[in-house]
């Protein structure tokens, strides 16, 4: 084994875990599916997709036993040399390339549907399988993922020697077939999808024109041929009689072609897909993915984001991730963890180059200290540096809330949003939304900045723990989000928070949000609760107003200006499900507070000009407060006071929004309204 | 609400944002105690709570935190916080009422002020109490399916010479 100080067996050894552990599961993943991945149609007979399909379960059965050994291999040898370097016993080599086993010939065969075929054809197995191929196509990512992440290193825990070389060649090789494998086992699930839809829809046409020759007197066989009853051609006339038989003959003809063009058309691409017995889908890296390729899917609906991730191997979703955190953290439509790892790649970006750049200022401002005084420029010249130093300083602090903030949630923290320019965006969520089966999203008011993050997350974590205690079945089927994806209004700085420009906005940016949410969720059953809070209420009304409304089962409100609405049945959802809270003493939703704010014994000291102004802008109001009983809304009870504690821990206040959360409308103590069934 | 009220709400929240232990208190009248022994005392009422629920029960998937109080501005204080813990209580579904209502009686016994009690009609129901000492709450709630009960516990507002420091709060594993 080739000389080498710097060797780090403990992390080959960890490697060499996370090879065993991807490719492990790359074997059983479709061990466990392999039967479902077949399409076994018992009426047809006849369909070459059938065919295809189950050729293409042959050769992937084969690729996947190669692949098995292949990383065992490997693992072996990064596992041995672990120990080899730990005993300090350099001699041994990594193998060479193993003897990959071939597999079975796929079969490729123009259709030969008949009529009786096509009618007697089921979709179901065609739909079985393609959602087997689909979940296959889903496990082969998250085993490349967990490959690349887990050798990613390798580099660094064996940098030097031939031995070294040749496993880093072995880790790549490895890497690009397990990453080249997704797309193709995904479009076979495409493929196979497309035929059963296709069936069903030829299927139905074809007994539509059965039904009509039927209707005229005709008769068709089971291979499809037309014929008239002799007493058609003596009663009527035998021209029209020739004519609708050769009218339908052709009908039929022309429907048994589509159906044939379509099977044949499915089990050739089926074919395309398969592995080459040898190389199976090679070790070609995929084509990097452009800055301008993400950028444009920034301005995309989610749903064609999601369906650009899917066509990315798991080598380029890594790619983009690395080379593009800032724009791939931003993209409604990104599973939950795909985002949550660029985001703190982004934040880890920015910290870096911020220390980097204050150690910079440190040292410029040490060289000047201790260099000759240089007058008044150089006086300047300490002074813009110093303040320079400072500034970047505060950054640094501001960022490492953000990272201190996520350290604390641990598993929990997932970092769905991050932007450090200006004010500063910041999406954060307690548990997974992808997996749990019931997520709020939060949206906070005036004034939130990113430096904010310790107390709001203090709420929407307040949040996802009564909700996730209320739910016995699973741990962690709760999370909730603070979402600040949008830049709130500042007060008393300017009169944004007035008017409608930011809410309309962030409303804009909380519907996308919304949807991505749903796209990317894993499946079984799922409810999102948008709650607002303050200004906040005002962005989830306008999320709600626009458009096919916000894609949500029930709107939270607590301290609401108003919904730039007078009622919830505007809000495009059944108004049972819009739930308002007030605080006595929360001047911003309790009619109550007016007078004594009006009174006006805590305005006295503000700079009158401040309230004049601002109150030229009375016009741009946000509408009822929607608590009050002609919104038509719930109005859910609360116990605490003031307008920041809708939130607190051992409030009946939180917890009547944990039982919206969770679904438990009849145990949300309501002030009026009633609960939806 | 007319936009008038707005404009002067928001003009006396930032005028009212000063630092409290966010129950309206001056942050020097808060009570002094260590955030670890705050911890303990959440998890003394829980074990309590727990024994009154089934003598002998188990506390399930706990977690403690100790965050930040907040102002009435929605400020944060480096220093006054408070302890929390939620946990699960296993109770079989036909004992979930007859339970709550021995809880309230013990607790009205004990001079605990009940802030919430609810019973619902598939049998299960919620309880509220603080107690009268050091103004801990209670929250008792049945879960879904009622198997067992949600129990969350929190202390009022205490200061702490230590800082927040979130990575450093003391806080179970996550559930």
Known sequence: MGGCLEVDPERLRAIAGS??????????????????????????????????????????DALVRRLDSAGAYFGGVLSTAAAEFEAEDREAAPGHRGDYGAGSQGGRRLSELTLHQLLSCDPAPYVEAAAAWEEWAEEVDTMAEVYIRGVRDLGDAWPDGDAAEAARWRAAALRDELSNAYQPAQQIGWALRQLADGMVQIRDYTETILAGARACGLEVDEAGAVTAPLDMYRSGSPEEAARLVDGYANDLNSVLERARGLDDQIAQWIAAMMPDPVLGFGTAASRP?????????RRLPPWVVQAWWHTLTPMQQEQVIHDFPELVGWLDGVPADDRNTANRLHLDNDLSALNQRAEDLRQRVADLQDGPSGGLSGNNAYRMLHDELASVEADIARLDKVKSTLNGLGAKGFLLGYDAAGDGKLILAVGNPDTAAHTAVWVPGTNTELEDIHSNTERVKNLQQDADTLTQEAVGDVATIMWLGYDAPEFPDNTSVVTYGRSEEGGAALDSFVDGLRLTHEGGEYSVTAIGHSYGTAVVAEAALRGDGLAVNDIVVAGSPGMHTD???????????VWAG???????????????????????????GVVTGLTLAFDHGHGISPHQPEFGANQFHVDTSGHSDYWKQGSESLLNQAYIVVGKYDKVTLDHGSPPP | MSPSRIILCFVVLTLASGCTGGSGKDVESV????????????????????????PGSKLENPATSAPPCEGRGGELSETVYYAAGHYQVAVPADRHLPTLRRLREHWQQEGYRIKRDREFPDGTGDLIVQSPADEFDITVASTDPPTAFALSISSPCYQSDEPYQPAATPTSSPR
């Open chain 1, 582 to 608: 007030s605080a006595p003493g929360d001047p911003f939703s309790d009619p109550n507070e007016y007078p004594a704010v009006v009174a006006g014994e805590a305005v006295g000291g503000v700079g009158g």
């Open chain 1, 19 to 60: 090879v065993d552990e991807a490719v492990g599961k790359f074997q059983r993943g479709y061990a466990s599916r392999s039967v479902r991945l077949a399409p076994v149609d018992g009426r047809d007979g006849g369909w070459a997709t059938g065919v295809a399909a189950r050729s293409a379960t042959t050769r992937w």
């Open chain 2, 31 to 54: 009570k002094k105690v260590p955030r670890a022994e705050a911890i303990g005392m959440v998890n003394d009422y829980a074990a309590r709570t727990a024994g009154l629920i089934t």
């Open chain 1, 289 to 297: 993915i452009s800055r301008s390729e993400v950028e444009l899917q």
């Open chain 1, 567 to 577: 009622n919830a049945a505007n809000l495009n959802i059944e108004p049972r499900h």
